[in-house]
């Protein structure tokens, strides 16, 4: 069985990717490319115009505690979604992408919105299947080097995943389908590294897969190695 949106000519924004992000802003590329793909899939001939993450990370007030040295987050994208309730988004065209925060610009136009998000069971592999056939949705994993040098095989997190391990962070990517290959169940997802990643921005993640993750409060946690699911409403 497999299933990829990015096979039935959904068209998403690479922009900002090609330019390189050295930031901590996956979850604002996240959190917008995952409306464009709501609302490309709602009329597919007529694609919505890119999405602007650097409003986001400009204007979106998180929890300061958690910013890198240049003002970003590690991981917020259920927080963006919030945020574009409230405000909408604008487009890149009207806030061009920056690499960095900046201040917070009014809006010159109406934002594209959206009417919530939605949350899905880290364990619920039915419904998660289910969402990723209708649409490509949010997500987490955590980055082990295994993951930073992904090309064409199947990522199933650090060697010896069930020995705890302290992640490089926390990323944001974008599910965009799953497959099979040698008997393996895996998630297509869509990176914001540029197409030097993976195979041209994208990678393939073990479905099955789970990892012990030690935390900063010395204790251990598994989690599948694609969590933290959600997508947008409109």
């Not at 602007?52 to 007030?61: R, W």
């Not at 979604?81 to 405000?87: Q, R």
């Not at 974008?174 to 040698?182: A, F």
Request: net charge neutral; with cysteine; hydrophobic share 35%.
């Amino acid at each position: 069985m497999k299933f990829r949106h990015d096979r039935i000519g959904v068209i998403y924004s690479v922009q900002l990717e090609i330019k390189g992000v050295v930031v901590n802003c996956c979850w604002a590329i996240t959190a917008t490319v995952a409306i464009e793909a709501l609302y490309t899939l709602r009329d597919i001939d007529n694609a919505i115009t890119p999405l602007a993450p650097q409003e986001l990370i400009d204007c979106c007030v998180l929890n300061p505690k958690n910013r890198d040295k240049k003002g970003c987050y590690n991981y917020a994208t259920n927080k963006a979604f919030k945020w574009i309730m409230k405000n909408g988004i604008s487009t890149e065209e009207d806030y061009p992408f920056q690499g960095q925060k900046g201040d917070c610009k009014p809006k010159t136009k109406p934002g594209v919105s959206i009417t919530g998000f939605e949350k899905i069971d880290d364990n619920d592999q039915i419904a998660f299947l289910k969402k990723v056939s209708e649409h490509p949705v949010a997500a987490a994993v955590h980055i082990f080097d295994e993951f930073l040098k992904l090309k064409g095989e199947i990522y199933k997190g650090p060697q010896d995943p069930l020995i705890a391990k302290i992640p490089k962070g926390v990323h944001a990517i974008l599910v965009v389908g799953y497959d099979t290959e040698n008997g393996e169940d895996y998630w297509m997802i869509r990176n914001s590294w540029g197409e030097n990643w993976g195979v041209n921005g994208y990678g393939k993640i073990l479905r099955s897969g789970r990892v012990s993750i030690l935390t900063e409060k010395n204790e251990v946690k598994e989690f599948p190695l694609v969590h933290r699911v959600s997508y947008p409403t409109i």
